[in-house]
């Protein structure tokens, strides 16, 4: 049932209303749990659902139209439940329902299953609105939140979610020179970004080595040129197994308080695993739903050394890719379509139409553009973004552990300014990407789901 907000975006009478920010997975999936349990209570509510591209293919991730830019992982762990995505996948003629389909066609069934949620919602009204918030303010008085939009109208909700993704990727390691230069692509998921490397037949510098630009090098490979991909360290994302095994439990993990004493235990664990299955990926999937608890378990200082001196292994065995995108990437570098390796940009040079890129090790290539494949930046301070901006200006929010993401309580509720009362920080949760200081894994599909079923019952608790 659709309910018709009045010019705020507030529905008189119709109980309480909720914004949604973002309309990319999180956002849809949030959307619908809110809808499911205001059903399930029988009592009236309204979604807002918010974000400019509303309504077409959610977020960068599954707006992509490459057939060779599949999901990550199984079909099967995708959907609301084990079968659904699969079914949904069968229902429409689709052979391999339960490996790792086009990314494109996940977003169809996201949109899919959010249409079906609404027309089934009873008492529940959806309302999708194509706006980008800027700002959320208190102003009106009465426990309403003031949702400010770009277009300048002014939503009105009584509970705020922020599902916004992933960030756009950090350019600090960038200079100055190259963020102003036309031979520069900074976010290659932005609409349009790679159409004019895409044609060019120079050669390319990926710089960052993981899952993005492993869809990237996918896109933009082509006989006639070599894509160079730079990182620190220079390592690949591992690929899933082509029959994967079940998780295998970690052990407790008892007095594992310590980054020294963690790293052992989880060595033994891989070890006995590798020896019981041959494999070590069952043992790195077990970890999955204790993984945020024992990055809470560890202080500040272990927390650091873990970022500076783990993260990158973990990533690289923790996130995989495809066994397809992994025999994909392979055969470009075996024709010297790809060049991997250790390295970090530390001069750029204009040179006509193309770049000069000197490296730490003295290695110097001539590109025609520098694609940023980093990955989302982590620091909300530094990522620009107006609504965050806005938010941790006017106190609602604040910076999440070790500066990443926002700090939010176990529910996922925006922790305000320290030492600071501000009216309406209770009622703005998160979800996804912007609680990785505190959960650490929590970007993943299956970790959102998660989340969004745990939200949208502590807002609807109110």
């Known amino acids: 049932m659709l309910m018709m907000p009045d010019e705020t975006g507030r529905a008189p009478s119709a109980g309480p209303t909720v914004g949604v920010v973002g309309a990319g997975a999180a956002g849809i999936l949030t959307a619908v749990n809110l809808l499911v349990c ?18 077409e293919a959610p977020g960068p991730a599954y707006r992509t139209t490459d057939s060779r830019h599949v999901l990550n992982t199984p079909a099967g762990r995708m959907g609301i439940t084990p079968r659904d995505f699969p079914d ?17 066609l996940y977003g169809r069934y996201l949109l899919d299953l959010l249409a079906d949620t609404a027309a089934r919602s009873g008492t529940a009204g959806l309302r999708a609105v194509p ?31 922020l599902a916004v993704g992933g960030l756009p990727p950090g350019r600090s390691w960038a200079p100055g020179n190259l963020r102003s230069s036309p031979c520069f692509v900074p976010d290659p998921w932005a609409p349009g970004a790679l159409d004019r490397v895409a044609a060019a037949g120079t050669d390319l510098l990926l710089v960052g080595t993981g899952l993005t630009m492993a869809d990237v090098a996918l896109a933009l490979a082509r006989h006639g040129r070599v894509l160079h ?15 994967p095994a079940p998780p295998v439990a970690p052990p407790d993990f008892d007095g594992a308080d310590t980054l020294d004493a963690l790293r052992r235990s989880v060595r033994r664990h891989v070890a006995a695993t590798r020896r019981t299955h041959g494999d070590w990926r069952p043992a790195l999937d077990g970890l999955r739903p204790v993984t945020s608890g024992l990055w809470q ?7 650091d050394r873990f970022l500076s001196e783990d993260l990158r292994v973990w990533e690289t065995h923790r996130h995989r890719m495809a066994p397809a995108s992994a025999a994909a990437l392979q055969e470009l570098r075996g024709e010297g379509l790809l060049e991997v390796s250790a390295g970090e940009v530390v001069r750029t040079d204009p040179d006509g139409e193309q770049v000069r890129v000197g490296l730490r090790d003295g290695r110097e290539l001539r590109v025609g553009a520098v694609v940023n494949c980093t990955g989302p930046e982590t620091s909300v301070a530094a990522s620009g973004d ?21 700090d939010t309580d176990p529910d996922g509720r925006l922790r305000p300014a320290a030492r600071q009362t501000v009216p309406g920080a209770a009622r703005v949760w998160a979800l996804g990407a912007l609680r990785r200081g505190n959960l650490f894994e929590t970007t993943a599909v299956p970790e959102i789901k998660a989340q969004a079923a745990a939200v949208a019952q502590a807002v609807l608790g109110l």
């Open 38 to 55: 205001a059903k399930l209570q029988g009592e009236p509510c309204t979604v807002l659902l918010i974000d400019p591209a509303v309504g």
């Open 229 to 243: 991909a730079v990182s620190r360290h220079g390592l690949l994302p591992q690929s899933h197994a082509v029959r």
């Open 386 to 406: 107006p609504l965050l901006t806005d938010l941790l200006a006017r106190g609602l929010a604040r910076p999440g552990p070790r500066g990443i993401g926002l």
């Open 297 to 303: 378990r560890l202080n500040p200082a272990d927390r």
């Open 88 to 104: 949904w996948l069968s229902a429409r003629g689709h052979q391999d329902v339960h490996g790792y389909p086009a990314r494109r």
């Open 131 to 161: 706006d980008r918030i800027t700002g959320i303010g208190t102003e009106h008085g009465g426990g309403v939140l003031a949702l400010y939009g770009a277009s300048g109208r002014t939503l009105c909700a009584d509970a705020v979610v």
